[in-house]
């Protein structure tokens, strides 16, 4: 059965910081899905990572794919208060598209001034 | 207009009581998915649906159930709610492609009494 965590639940830094949040899975995966989620909002797509070594980067925030060590990593550089949210992280469950995902129990990320 | 769209948009009921939620969507995607959020817990897969004849259990399907009544429209109902049915749901939809990112309506909070 396939879980996936992510690290840490909850993150707290200065603006101009850099920082990483990392998504461990347990089993076999060909995708990861990075979403956004402002409170009280829907979940925005970030990133889609297809296979081993992808890496994707949009504005200040960068993910990564690293399948043989089960790992994803998003990245993010010299934040913003505009960053702060909550982040996903899913990984595709089973073989061939299936379109199942398992999510992390999320990062919450509070960017201070 | 929004892709995807979830009515009701919050909604108070009382135990035993049987309620319907709905997605509607204009994405033209085949897949169509019904997760519920609990804080701290990330999303989690109560069904989903690759065409019109297709429906499959996700992880936590028992006490809900589903149909789709067109390819634009898949409802999620609980039978007889209990106050452990309150969450947030989500309807998503994706397009079966390699990357099948999936897109997430607004949500409905729904609470149960």
């Known amino acids: 059965e396939l879980k996936v965590e992510q690290n840490p639940l909850f993150l707290s830094m200065q603006e101009g910081k850099n920082y990483t949040i990392y998504c461990n899975y347990s089993?076999?995966?060909?995708?990861l899905y990075w979403y956004r989620q402002d409170p009280g909002k829907s979940l925005e797509s970030l990133f889609v990572?297809?296979?081993?070594?992808a890496v994707k980067q949009e504005g200040r925030l960068m993910a990564s794919l690293d399948t043989k060590a089960r790992l994803s990593t998003l990245h993010i550089t010299a934040a913003v208060h505009d960053l702060s949210a909550t982040y996903f992280c899913?990984?595709?469950?089973?073989?061939?598209?299936?379109?199942?995902?398992?999510f992390g129990q999320g990062t919450t990320l509070q960017v201070k001034p | 207009d929004a892709d995807v769209t979830q009515t009701p948009r919050n909604r108070i009921t009382k135990t035993g009581k049987r309620i319907m939620l709905e997605c509607s969507q204009t994405?033209?995607?085949?897949?169509m998915y019904w997760y519920r959020q609990d804080p701290g817990l990330g999303l989690q897969l109560i069904y989903y649906?690759?065409?019109?004849?297709?429906?499959n259990k996700g992880e936590i399907s028992d006490g809900y159930s589903v149909s789709r009544q067109a390819q634009a429209k898949f409802s999620l109902s609980l039978e007889s709610a209990i106050p452990n049915q309150t969450a947030l749901y989500f309807c998503?939809?994706?397009?079966?492609?390699?990357?099948?990112?999936?897109?997430f309506g607004p949500g409905t909070r729904l609470t149960v009494l």
């Open positions: 998503a939809t994706s397009d079966g492609t390699s990357s099948n990112e999936q897109f």
């Open positions: 089993t076999t995966s060909d995708r």
């Open positions: 990572l297809l296979s081993n070594g």
């Open positions: 899913a990984a595709k469950y089973g073989s061939g598209n299936t379109g199942k995902l398992i």
């Open positions: 994405k033209g995607h085949d897949r």
């Open positions: 649906s690759f065409d019109v004849k297709d429906i």
